[in-house]
């Protein structure tokens, strides 16, 4: 099953490689000196297959782990059609985000470039890019502490679990694109669920997301035409793209993945449902949740951080070198791809004891955590949706313990493929918490 649902992502890539970028970009023929160590792997592909195979999201997958193992956290090999550095060094990669626009720029595969439109955050540099962030920053940074907006994510947070009363067992991960799409929608198109308009939406966004996996064939019909039909290189168009991606897909998974990890820690779920417990407590009958609320939920961001760096929402960023960059002894020359990979530093041995335990209390205890991860990217493209993912997903969760337990099935788990998907959905048994479990000091529990 794995394997099958691997072609899907990893032949689009595969088969750019000889036609976007262009068979003489494979022969490399002047060797620069001072390279760091690896292998250029096959002709034509290099090592693109082996560095996308499908692996658990909370691991680092054998191809890295075979050549840091080998090489070091960072090295050369052959990727996207073009010889690259592959740095799981969290020094280095800081190095290289922070120096964007200066000794490096984003350069994504070309396939991308006609699915997301040139004014795709991803895309664009330079001032165009400032310009564009500062657009997305703004609307991010008024809607994440407004009391409408918190409102309407308690609303659709609330309706999710009402929804659930007589099941037994939900498609999790669907099921809260739901919530994320339904947020997304009404908050910055203002149309309501139920309108025939938020269907039609729907229904582009998933032609969207058909085309982004599939072969990059340009001909009538085809999934990547059909895709890229429904964008116009209009600028508006690429900003609501970037925050439909941000909000609907990478807050989903964030909250997805959040519920597999209490799934498998149950004292951490524990904490968590008495952190909302308490919220819950102080509260007066009926009355919503507030930005001051988010403000206490420590324990919530605790666990919410760790998921980040325990399941890696997005395990690399590409970028370019724009001239011939030294750093430790080595020489990244100049037009070589470099793909600094969060993965690789976030499960370090020597930055975070014992790195591929999930324990949200590392967070307290070590106050330098945060200064050792990158989940949300670095630098001048830092995510500016970062904290609004984080207030979605802390709301959404203080109604989801306070109104269930769940289980979880022994053959699911997250897949970076490279972007993270489940074995089985995120299948979930789950049950209403009992009454004496929530301490609501006799109010009726919300939504219910």
């Given amino acids: 099953m794995v394997v099958l649902g691997f072609l899907p992502f990893v032949l689009p890539l595969i088969l750019g490689l000889g036609f976007a ?15 760091p160590n690896g292998t250029m792997g096959w002709p034509l592909c290099g090592e693109t297959l082996a560095f996308l195979k499908p692996h658990r999201s909370n691991s680092m997958g054998t191809f890295l782990q075979e050549r840091c193992s080998r090489y070091g956290k960072v090295f050369k090999s052959h990727l996207f059609g073009s010889p690259a550095i592959v740095s799981c060094d969290h020094e280095f990669n800081m190095f290289i985000l922070q120096n964007e626009g200066k000794l490096f720029e984003a350069s994504y595969p070309t396939a991308m470039h006609g699915i997301l439109g040139k004014f795709s955050l991803l895309l664009v540099s330079g001032d165009l890019h400032k310009k564009l962030r500062s657009i997305a920053v703004s609307f991010i940074t008024v809607s994440k502490s407004s009391p ?75 999934p990547y035409t059909k895709a890229v039909k429904r964008l116009s290189d209009d600028e508006t168009v690429s ?20 519920v597999y990890f209490l799934g498998h820690a149950p004292a951490a779920f524990e904490s968590l449902k008495k952190e909302h417990e308490a919220i819950r407590r102080s509260k007066e009958d009926g009355k919503p949740l507030d930005w001051e609320d988010y403000q206490k939920m420590e324990f919530t961001n605790n666990v919410i951080s760790e998921t980040m760096r325990c399941g890696n929402v997005v395990k690399f960023v590409h970028r370019k070198a724009l001239e011939d960059v030294k750093y430790k002894g080595y020489i990244v020359p100049s037009g070589w791809k470099v793909l600094p990979v969060f993965t690789g530093a976030h499960f370090d041995a020597s ?47 203080h109604h989801l ?48």
């Fill in 148 to 222: 409408s907006f918190l409102h309407c994510v308690e609303k659709f947070a609330m309706s999710m679990m009402e929804s659930w009363k007589e099941c037994k067992e939900i498609a999790f991960h669907k099921e809260v694109r739901k919530f994320t799409l339904n947020l997304v929608v009404k908050t910055l198109l203002s149309i309501e669920p139920e309108e025939p308009v938020a269907s039609k939406i729907l229904k582009d966004f998933r032609t969207y997301m058909k085309g982004f996996v599939s072969l990059p064939l340009n001909f009538p019909g085809s």
């Fill in 239 to 258: 900003i609501v793209l970037d925050i439909l991606l941000g909000g609907y897909e990478t807050t989903s998974t964030i909250i997805s993945l959040v």
């Fill in 351 to 397: 930055l975070h004891e014992n790195p591929f335990e999930f324990n949200p209390w590392r967070w307290s205890t070590d106050k330098a955590t945060s200064k050792k991860v990158m989940p949300f990217g670095g630098g001048p493209r830092l995510c500016p949706g970062a904290e609004l993912a984080k207030v979605e997903t802390a709301f959404f969760l």
């Fill in 21 to 35: 970028f262009g068979l003489p970009r494979l022969l490399i023929r002047n060797k620069p000196a001072n390279l």
């Fill in 401 to 448: 313990v306070l109104h269930y337990r769940w289980e979880i099935k022994a053959d699911d788990f997250p897949i970076a493929y490279p972007y993270v998907e489940f074995q089985r959905g995120l299948l979930l048994e789950i049950e209403p918490a009992e009454i004496d479990d929530i301490s609501y000091l006799g109010k009726e529990r919300p939504g219910f």
